[in-house]
């Protein structure tokens, strides 16, 4: 189509203080639903906790709700709660949170409009001889449009909304004030060094220009492997809010779930194949887990990578450490499993036994599929409920007021959320093959 007409969505707050407006609605509306909970409580004679009134359902339902609205940072933010903190949340939070993880309400057509002419001039439909009005996904940051170019070009085009990066500092020191009056976290933790990198990570996640790039690199490095495929990158529609790239066929992975069991296992080898590669051949991860990043085409039986925002570089120094953590998983070493801990900077030499008791056996289940001979059964293990219940002890255990280095945190969102796409297609994939080859 050649012009756009009106569409359903929702506008994006795009001003700074339209968004501050919508947090202090979001701390104000907390804080009613708190009295209301607080008075039912002391009329049946209880003594509620502030946590407890803090952490009701009703709350998280309002912080989930009001974080999808606003998209951007702060459902990003949430987003990454939701998936790499689910042993600090606690499960009411973190289980509505993870609703944040479906796809985002698209903006409406006139801001649609406004920010295609902001990139591209007031005739940027001109270029194309279709632009398909509904996006074909929305996310945290932006959506994505399939269209045509007059030269001939099919093309997935993803736009970021409005003021996205602009609000980024603004979002997460609001969503970290929010946390620390929920008091989920011990007050002991510092937050700073995760705040900050979380500013920088959303803000080259932000830069699509940048992306372009990390989507260049990793089709050179996937060129000639018949087993995954990278979009063309086409910079010359590329902007630091608008990224185009070649449209490709495919279902989501997650749709596979009732494909034939040898379909299963073989999209998440790939995938699993895939994580090793990119810690030890590339030095280059791509590491946002979120299902929605990939396609599987069933023709060609290849599997189509799509987001490349949150890529980093991986240091060889870092990925030997890991590589002995591993080595050391896979023969249950546990006197070795604490030197590679501390060598990664898990804990250190002064931290009480029972704590690095407590991250070695988190370390000893994480590391179960690697050691396992044969095909691991993804769909009939409870290596998940094993690892939260590991990591409820972590959270329990208050004077453990320790985060880990940034890369491991990336590192092991990135595993788990493989393993967690994994369990989902109840996949059967030899993970002690794909790893033997690099231990």
């Known amino acids: 189509m050649n012009d756009i007409d009106d569409t359903d969505g929702s506008a994006v707050p795009s001003h700074r203080l339209s968004r501050l407006a919508r947090f202090t609605g979001l701390a104000g509306g907390i804080a009613g639903n708190m009295a209301v909970e607080g008075a039912r409580q002391l009329a049946r004679g209880n003594r509620p906790a502030l946590s407890d009134l803090l952490l009701t359902p009703a709350n998280a339902r309002k912080v989930a709700d009001q974080l999808a609205s606003l998209r951007g940072a702060a459902m990003k933010v949430g ?10 949340l606690p499960p009411e939070l973190a289980e509505v949170l993870s609703r944040l993880r479906a796809s985002a309400e698209p903006m409406p057509s006139a801001q649609l409009r406004r ?3 902001d990139n591209w001039g007031r005739d940027w439909l001109r270029k194309f001889a279709r632009f398909d009005v509904k996006p074909i996904a929305a996310a945290s940051i932006g959506q994505v449009h399939r269209a045509k170019t007059r030269d001939g070009r099919d093309l ?8 996205v990066r602009e609000s980024i500092d603004s979002d997460v020191d609001n969503l970290a004030t929010l946390i620390k009056m929920a008091g989920v976290l011990p007050k002991e933790v510092d937050v700073a060094p995760l705040l900050a990198e979380a500013k920088r990570q959303l803000k080259e996640e932000a830069d699509y220009a940048c992306e372009g790039n990390y989507l260049k690199r990793y089709g050179t490095l996937l060129a000639n492997d018949p087993d995954y495929l990278v979009p063309a990158f086409h910079q010359d529609l590329t902007t630091q809010t608008v990224l185009s790239m070649d449209y490709v066929d495919g279902v989501p992975v997650e749709s596979l779930i009732d494909a034939p069991q040898e379909e299963r296992d073989h999209v998440v080898t790939l995938l699993v194949k895939l994580v090793f590669r990119e810690m030890f051949d590339f030095r280059l991860m791509q590491t946002d887990p979120n299902f929605a990043n990939y396609r599987y085409n069933r023709e060609t039986r290849k599997l189509v990578l799509l987001d490349f925002g949150a890529t980093r570089e991986i240091a060889p120094a870092f990925a030997e450490k890991y590589r002995q953590l591993m080595i050391a998983g896979h023969n249950r070493d546990h006197a070795a499993i604490r030197e590679a801990a501390i060598n990664i900077g898990f804990f250190d030499e002064a931290t009480d ?34 690892l939260r219940d590991k990591g409820l002890e972590v959270r329990k255990d208050r004077d453990f007021a320790h985060l880990p280095p940034i890369d491991s945190l990336y590192l ?9 796409l994994a369990s989902r297609l109840k996949a059967r994939v030899d993970v002690e093959s794909i790893a033997s080859q690099y231990l």
Do not use: C, W
Request: no cysteine; glycine share 10%; aromatic share 10%.
């Open 79 to 88: 987003q990454l709660l939701s998936m790499d903190a689910g042993e600090l």
């Open 412 to 420: 092991h969102r990135k595993f788990g959320g493989t393993y967690l």
């Open 115 to 117: 920010v295609m002419s």
């Open 156 to 163: 997935a085009v993803k736009i970021q909304y409005p003021g």
């Open 353 to 386: 036994p029972a704590h690095q008791q407590l991250m070695a056996e988190v370390f000893d289940i994480g590391l179960e599929p690697q050691r396992t001979t044969g095909p691991f059964d993804f769909g009939n293990t409870d290596l998940a409920e094993r």
